[in-house]
């Protein structure tokens, strides 16, 4: 089955700077990836996603990058903020046909931004 | 709409007894799906289901785990005999099916077994 690896575990950056975390996967048959956010004792929640057709996708502060190749992926918060800080989870998928759009989890990175 | 609504959002059981989590998805889903997440740890898969059928359940323990989706209602993930280790928070997702990307998670059950 799949296998999800994810890093840093912990990540604490000052506000404005820029934070990455890294996945990589064991399927090579996923072709879709979520990053989920979430907040101490809530819910997990999508802020961005991709499709392996697609190399990089961005939405304000958040960019996703996609090596299918080297299969691994990546998350790029910039200009982070205090609200920023949070457990970020990324995810992999064969897609809804194959799989019914079951989810791999990693790890969780846990980021702290610093005033 | 509502969104996917789980309760109860807290559950205390002594060991031994029974935990009943109830999943209601987003209005027009027929999709749900349920994680596990035990603390400072990842999310997951335990089971996916659509109404009236288990589509595939190959994250659920063999034992004293069992989920169903009916035709009418929630869909409901039942341990029987809890044990300490069950203690975790029980996510529960619903996507309306084909084609969709992510889904949305509920807020959650939070077990603790004492």
């Known amino acids: 089955g799949e296998n999800v690896e994810q890093h840093p575990s912990t990540l604490s950056v000052q506000e404005g700077d820029s934070a990455v975390i890294k996945c990589t996967y064991s399927?090579?048959?996923?072709?879709?990836f979520p990053w989920y956010k979430q907040e101490l004792g809530k819910r997990p929640q999508l802020i961005i996603d991709?499709?392996?057709?697609?190399g990089e996708k961005k939405d304000q502060r958040i960019a996703v990058t996609l090596n299918k190749t080297a299969k691994h992926f990546s998350l790029h918060i910039t200009e982070t903020q205090p609200e920023d800080s949070a457990v970020y989870f990324c995810?992999?998928?064969?897609?809804?046909?194959?799989?019914?759009?079951?989810?791999?989890f990693g790890g969780g990175t846990r980021v702290l931004v610093k005033p | 709409n509502a969104g996917v609504m789980q309760n109860p959002r807290h559950l205390v059981r002594r060991r031994g007894q029974e935990a009943r989590l109830r999943c209601s998805p987003m209005?027009?889903?027929?999709?749900v799906y349920w994680y596990r997440q035990l603390p400072e740890e990842g999310l997951k898969f335990m089971v996916y289901?659509?109404?009236?059928?288990?589509?595939?359940e190959s994250g659920m323990p063999k034992e004293r785990f069992s989920a169903e989706f009916p035709k009418e209602g929630p869909s409901i993930l039942r341990i029987q005999q809890v044990v300490r280790g069950d203690s975790a928070a029980y996510f529960c997702?619903?996507?309306?099916?084909?084609?969709?990307?992510?889904?949305?998670f509920g807020s959650g059950t939070r077990l603790t077994v004492v």
């Open positions: 997702a619903s996507s309306p099916g084909q084609g969709t990307g992510g889904y949305t």
């Open positions: 399927d090579s048959a996923s072709n879709y």
């Open positions: 991709i499709r392996s057709n697609v």
């Open positions: 995810a992999a998928s064969r897609g809804f046909e194959a799989a019914g759009n079951k989810l791999t």
């Open positions: 209005k027009g889903h027929s999709h």
């Open positions: 289901l659509q109404k009236e059928n288990i589509i595939d």
